[in-house]
């Protein structure tokens, strides 16, 4: 699967966010599984 650098970065930036949030924002965690199935 290939990124384009700026995929890349809200990849990096989602995955950071979803890291600290998870445990107060379960659904990061289901938007970012949407996000890389889309």
């Not at 290939?2 to 289901?30: D, G, K, M, T």
């Amino acid at each position: 699967m290939a990124f384009r650098p700026s995929e890349f970065l809200l990849f990096s930036i989602f995955f950071f966010i979803n890291i600290r949030e998870l445990v107060q924002s379960p659904y990061s965690l289901l938007f970012m599984h949407s996000y890389l199935i889309s």
